[in-house]
């Protein structure tokens, strides 16, 4: 199963990867992570990427196109995988279509995760990750059981940069104008799924699963 997880910033893409991961057994590829981790490590990369992702912006499509195709192709996908926070432009889309073509694969669903703006400004401002393995708590929606831990690896959380009321505004803004047109391209082919994000999580879990069933879910 090649899985694309889709939805504006703060919709819990990385939330629900969480259980899709395991329930399919293939990996998790979420490309700000990757970003990230090169921020921390001061690469090259990571120089690059720091500016666009602290103001909010999309960092240029070539540099993430050859991040992605340098992961996909990686023994660990060969059985599958699944894309958080990629593509994010039309160019990008096209360019996994055709990377994906050379060896044989497709996507074979897009799952989009509905949720209204106010709410995303309000789980962006009050998320915490752990930078460890970027597990995100929410201080209101998901606290964590230990205060500022993470429940699995027990990491003190912290408070992205981009995580601001401003950045987040920006973000959401840069989805609508920049990411969510990519959803026409999938919807073309049928394979596009849309479930309502809102709800608890738990609310939100069984409506993904039912949707990559096949019983519900509105066709999107
Ligand atoms: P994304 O990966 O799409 O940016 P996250 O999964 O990191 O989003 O979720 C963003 C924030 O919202 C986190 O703080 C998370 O704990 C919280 N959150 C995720 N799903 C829900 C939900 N269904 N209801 C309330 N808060 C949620
Ligand atoms: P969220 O899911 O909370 O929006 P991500 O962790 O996916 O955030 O991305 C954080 C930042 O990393 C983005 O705002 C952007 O600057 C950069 N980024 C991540 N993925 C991409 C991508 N596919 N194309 C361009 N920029 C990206």
Avoid at 72 to 100: S, Y
Wanted: glycine fraction near 10%; include cysteine; charge should be negative.
């Amino acid at each position: 199963m090649n899985l694309l997880l889709f939805g504006p910033p703060g919709s819990g893409k990385g939330t629900q990867a969480d259980f899709l991961t395991r329930e399919y057994g293939i990996p998790q590829i979420s490309t700000g992570d990757i970003l990230r981790d090169d921020v921390k490590r001061g690469t090259e990369l990571g120089l690059k990427a720091r500016e666009f992702m602290n103001r909010g912006e999309l960092v240029p499509d070539e540099v993430m196109v050859e991040m992605i195709r340098e992961r996909i192709t990686r023994p660990d996908c060969a059985g599958g995988f699944l894309l958080d926070g990629f593509p994010r432009t039309v160019p990008q889309a096209e360019a996994l279509d055709g990377m994906l073509e050379t060896i044989g694969q497709r996507i074979d669903r897009l799952l989009y995760l509905h949720v209204e703006l106010e709410e995303l400004v309000e789980r962006l401002t009050g998320r915490w990750v752990c930078p460890r393995c970027a597990r995100s708590y929410h201080m209101v929606n998901n606290r964590p059981q230990d205060d500022m831990k993470c429940n699995v690896d027990r990491t003190g959380l912290v408070h992205r940069d981009d995580d601001t009321e401003q950045t987040a505004r920006r973000r959401a803004e840069v989805f609508y104008q920049r990411t969510y047109p990519i959803l026409a391209f999938y919807r073309q082919r049928g394979i596009s799924v849309e479930v309502d994000g809102q709800g608890s999580i738990a609310e939100v879990r069984e409506r993904v699963k039912r949707a990559l069933q096949g019983q519900t879910g509105e066709a999107a």
